[in-house]
């Protein structure tokens, strides 16, 4: 199908705009007239731009105000529909939206609006323009999709259809079904947007909190399914007012609203699309850094030993039980040091896994290898991350594993025994990209948002993993755009006693996260912990929660450069990952951040 | 009467709140335990601190999900509240805030909500404690304040009574005027918080949106009256969850508080506060500028002369008609160059306006005046500018031309008669701070606040004036805390003909803004203009707007530094600021920036 977005979705100016939605792989555009108002491109130019970027103009929109009104006013408006008409002639567009009245002087008459919108019509043909008309969820008059469509029946003009839009119908709990009942060649134009469950106001919830589909609370898809029946053969379009997206890149933002298409494409089965392959495991967590020494302290206090150096790359390997960590100190670090920059995904099937993400629009990554390298598998997420598609001990599949020799030195610890999960800082803009990105891309289950107190701003964290618990990564996203606050970017280890870890953490000179005394005053009020155990949290900082599913007991080191470790003992059971501690963990590595 | 502010209305760690607190003149504080447990210091240094600040502690908080429960969770309730209230002996906290129960397993049974209650107020007593049973407005069974004091005058305990909570009443509609039916010392406690009307789900809008008194749209002064007629004695305190405040500096955050609680009690007719005194004009408006010749171009553009000079400093005095602009060169410029850093607000008592800014907590100016200098009274906006308070040709006051000499060079055009507004950028996390404090420490009024589509987030602004037009001042933010496409700082010059000023302009060198020809196609569709007006319109970039007072036509300068001007035509009548053209101004400030 073809696809399209409108550029009221997309930040910057309209040629900004046009660029971003033709790299993204869009078809077509809505051009939305505030964009081309505020241009200097003449609507010629805007034409001959779109069909030198392969897109088709889908749209002008919009027009507002028109039907069932005195008769002086129609014929301002005609008046003012004719320049339009005009314009859409230079700018190469066939088909505009009408969106239902909000005018006071517009009165509730079904047959004088669709005289009028007849009139309209007839004027529209003379320029070989057909006429949309959308019921607006909050029309004066007319305010559901059903309403519009009788007026437009009634109407019975050749030029004139509805539009139908996702938003509209949706917000309000129309039922989609009645879509059915509209002829397909009659729906002129097919918007789509999602937006998540909140109980506010519709213009407001419309004009800032639209997302992309699958981003929010709205069975898009199951809209989409109804109007295919009628036969539609238009684009599917995304229009998306959201105040973030106003803000954000607009490259970016154009991806990740095409990556929502391509979904809701296979979401109604007229998208060929790779089957997700979702991983079975960590296969290592990869570190970037200007200097490994620091880390290597760490590690090794935390029971890792270094048993393995890349052949060709300064990178080396930590392992401890099934927990690996690459530590690369091949120069493209960060000047802020130290960062948590691939991860290593056990894959049933790596290469069904990375094109299931290509054709998602993820970055394929080159495959910097030397010849003797084995051939890995990688895309970028949304955040930056490197996403390694492995196959660790499968003798039929090429093992990353080859690429390191061993080096016979030391020997591991066993206290630790994998990872448990991992945490990764979102860049402020895109944050329901990544949730997206990683259901949809990797197959994972996306847990519900929940917002943590960090003491200079409120942030929200989201985690997503497979079934099995074999994989879990936490996304988290600051209070504003450049939030430095977060310190969030950790490997978190599985322990199956995390007294016993950190003790030999600290004896072996690491230095733990403190937590203050009252936490454990508190944790006192709370639980019927014995004396000893509480006694043993207290000194190490061990944090503890609880619910029905049993305990999690966590504690911290310190950071290196952006990235810190958690040592983490999970009931069997326990899905969470001490979200109730998080605001105390914060206020802590605050505190304890060298003093301004 | 004693005020207060929760610690979680701040910023910051526990020690940092206390000390903003302090520093605004709070009395008292609201310590939330979160901030207790995440910090550092135990109950007894938190006591000595705040003793040391000048602060009592008003309430300890919130202690939850307490009441009528199952026997074997009570125990376990008041297990835990033995804990806080040993807590709350070592902190020096003698009342303690319960919420109504959201827990599952409340039931609904008021009676068994009493019994428990009055067994907690037992124990409380011992330890000297209070305790205060506040309605959430999301409570499971208790989510009224008749409701919550019903259940306290059926416990009939001395050490129980009711916290009322302005947000929690407010929000579900509830009529404050019962209060009046409960015994005031009965009335443990009282929490404010004002809130935006927002038609949204009431959790999220009470954990995310609360604002200070004054700055939403509840009558936050109405319900105090009703509390005070109980006898009530307890603190004003305020309990304000915003996700602005969270990340926004606690300083000056605890200032907009206190300031709202000043205004409150002057409200409500409990505090003696200096009468606002509401300017009558502008005066001037002050640039300052490391170089002036780009800015003396400029009003040379414009039809200014440089009048006179000051006696003492490098600043001149540019004048036309009524509008006069200082150019001050004296060093304190910003590395980003010429800012607009004050204005002149012309005042029937220069002296008593003072008085109330300092009143209203806004820092008062050092006079940096020479021996021969006007006394002239100035203080400090929330965003820094400095307004001074004139009475220019009053004999019987100073006059701040005093202190200028006259050049006798050039002579100003006619066009520009006056200052016809000046719009200031406000820093992102103070914009209803800078509302609330040009209402009530200079008397204006404030319009509603409107969205502005910058191509890179959407902006808001919001105009403050007095009853007549002679002061009006447009108050813009950008989309995020680091925003820095906000062209907004501008001085609006009025005149009689703005084709002629902006022709003499151009005549004269000056750079117009250039507005799109896109945008008077639309103009032309919109309204029926003169072909000849608005071919000058198209020719001069001068902009259109029109509602049931009359036309506004506008147009922009080139952007010097920080600041550009504006020529404004205003039909009398029309109250506007050209809303509807703003994108297309913004989008054509974007595009006329040098290229990247």
């Known amino acids: 199908m073809r696809t399209s977005i409108a550029t009221v979705s997309l930040s910057g100016s309209l040629t900004e705009k046009l660029a971003a939605a033709s790299r993204a792989g869009f078809g077509g555009v809505e051009i939305f007239e505030n964009d081309l108002l505020a241009g200097p491109l003449a609507p010629e130019e805007i034409r001959t731009r779109c069909a030198d970027l392969g897109l088709r103009i889908e749209l002008y929109q919009p027009m507002r105000d028109i039907e069932a009104v005195p008769a002086a006013e129609f014929a301002r408006n005609l008046r003012r529909a004719r320049h339009k008409f005009e314009?859409?002639?230079?700018?190469?567009?066939?088909?505009?939206?009408?969106?239902?009245?909000?005018?006071?002087?517009?009165?509730?008459?079904?047959?004088?609006?669709?005289?009028?919108?007849?009139?309209?019509?007839?004027?529209?043909?003379?320029?070989?323009?057909?006429?949309?008309?959308?019921?607006?969820?909050?029309?004066?008059h007319v305010s559901t999709y059903e309403h519009a469509w009788h007026i437009v029946e009634a109407a019975g003009h050749p030029a004139l259809g509805t539009c139908l839009d996702s938003f509209h119908i949706l917000s309000r709990g129309g039922d989609p079904k009645g879509i059915e009942d509209i002829s397909g060649e009659k729906i002129f134009f097919l918007q789509l947007a999602d937006?998540?469950?909140?109980?506010?106001?519709?213009?407001?919830?419309?004009?800032?909190?639209?997302?992309?589909?699958?981003?929010?609370?709205?069975?898009?898809?199951?809209?989409?399914?109804?109007v295919l029946r009628t036969g539609y053969d238009g684009p599917l379009s995304l229009e998306v007012f959201n105040d973030v997206f106003r803000q954000a890149e607009a490259g970016p933002t154009a991806v990740d609203a095409h990556r929502s298409l391509l979904l809701l494409q296979e979401a109604v089965g007229v998208a060929d699309m790779p089957a997700p392959v979702v991983p079975t495991g960590i296969a290592f967590a990869e570190l970037l850094t200007p200097d490994a020494e620091p880390v290597a302290a760490v590690l090794g206090a935390l029971g890792f030993a270094r048993t393995a150096r890349h052949h060709g790359k300064p990178v080396d390997l930590w392992q401890q039980g099934e927990a690996r960590i690459l530590v690369n100190t091949a120069g493209a670090a960060r000047r802020d040091g130290t960062q948590l920059a691939a991860i290593g995904l056990e894959s049933p099937d790596p290469a069904a896994a990375a094109r299931r993400a290509e054709a998602l629009l993820a970055p394929v990554l080159p495959r910097r290898r030397g010849p003797h390298d084995a051939p890995l598998d990688a895309v970028a997420a949304p955040d930056g991350t490197e996403l390694f598609f492995c196959a660790t001990g499968h003798p039929e599949l090429p093992d990353w594993r080859a690429d390191f020799d061993a080096l016979g030195t030391g020997r591991p610890e066993t206290g630790v025994t994998s990872v448990d999960h991992l945490a990764l800082t979102q860049p402020w803009h895109h944050f329901d990209e990544a949730a997206l990105f990683h259901r949809s891309v990797l197959g994972l289950d996306a847990r519900e948002s929940v917002d943590v107190a960090d003491p200079y701003g409120l942030l929200r964290s989201r985690a997503v993993g497979n079934t099995d618990g074999s994989v879990r990564i936490a996304l988290s996203v600051g209070a504003a755009p450049t939030d430095d606050t977060v310190h969030a970017q950790h490997i978190a280890l599985a322990t199956g006693d995390v007294v016993a870890a950190a003790g030999r953490f600290r004896a072996a000179g690491g230095r733990l996260l403190r937590i203050p005394a009252n936490y454990y005053d508190d944790l006192a009020a709370r639980f019927e912990l014995p004396e000893e155990e509480l006694a043993a949290y207290r000194d190490l900082g061990i944090l503890y929660d609880r619910d029905a599913d049993g305990a999690f007991r966590h504690c911290y080191t310190e950071t290196v450069g952006r990235v810190f470790f958690e040592l983490v003992q999970r009931d069997p059971g326990h899905r969470g990952y001490g979200a109730p501690n998080a605001s105390v963990r914060l206020a802590a590595q605050h505190a304890q951040r060298p003093a301004r």
């Not at 589909?213 to 399914?225: E, I, K, M, N, S």
């Open 87 to 140: 314009l859409m002639r230079r700018l190469g567009a066939d088909t505009v939206l009408v969106c239902s009245s909000v005018s006071p002087s517009a009165v509730d008459d079904d047959a004088l609006a669709a005289a009028q919108l007849s009139e309209l019509a007839d004027l529209a043909q003379d320029f070989g323009i057909r006429v949309a008309y959308e019921a607006l969820a909050w029309g004066r």
């Open 195 to 226: 937006a998540p469950q909140l109980a506010m106001d519709v213009l407001q919830w419309s004009r800032h909190y639209r997302c992309f589909p699958g981003q929010g609370g709205f069975d898009v898809a199951g809209l989409v399914r109804h």
